[in-house]
């Protein structure tokens, strides 16, 4: 089974959550999620400041195999971009709860109800079983 952590939350589209600040999470695609892409060639991220909806595409992660869509968990603002994914994309296939993180967004609303709709770690385990 993939590393998980169990503090960071997780979404059906195998987007993790990590919550960063009062009203901020960070994301990422899960260990799962990028062995089953492959080798990762290119990320695109959205802009710093875009608003962006629960469940929308907001970026894409193309790979030796296939490119696919990275969709945000939560509403709200795009704050920080991980700018390292640029130069080094493998960086999510190394340490995709570490260095390959992706972006930060300052939730719209109330941060709980946000994240009410997303996995612990037992049930994202589950749900890739």
């Known amino acids: 089974m993939s ?26 695609i899960t260990e799962f999620a990028q062995h089953q892409l492959g080798d990762i060639v290119f990320v695109e991220l959205p802009d710093l400041e875009s608003d962006v909806k629960s469940e929308d595409s907001i970026g894409t992660i ?6 696919s869509d990275l969709f945000s968990p939560v509403s709200g603002t ?10 080094s994309p493998e960086l999510v296939n190394n340490s995709p709860y570490e260095e ?22 037992d049930a994202y385990r589950t749900h890739t079983e």
């Open 3 to 28: 590393e998980l952590k169990s503090d960071f939350l997780y979404s059906e589209e195998h987007e993790w959550v990590q919550t960063v600040g009062e009203d901020t999470v960070r994301i990422g």
């Open 62 to 67: 193309e790979s030796v195999k296939t490119v």
């Open 78 to 87: 795009i704050v920080a971009v991980n700018d390292a994914l640029q130069d």
């Open 100 to 121: 390959g993180w992706m972006i930060e967004i300052r939730v719209e609303g109330d941060l709980t109800a946000a994240l009410s709709t997303l996995m612990n770690a």
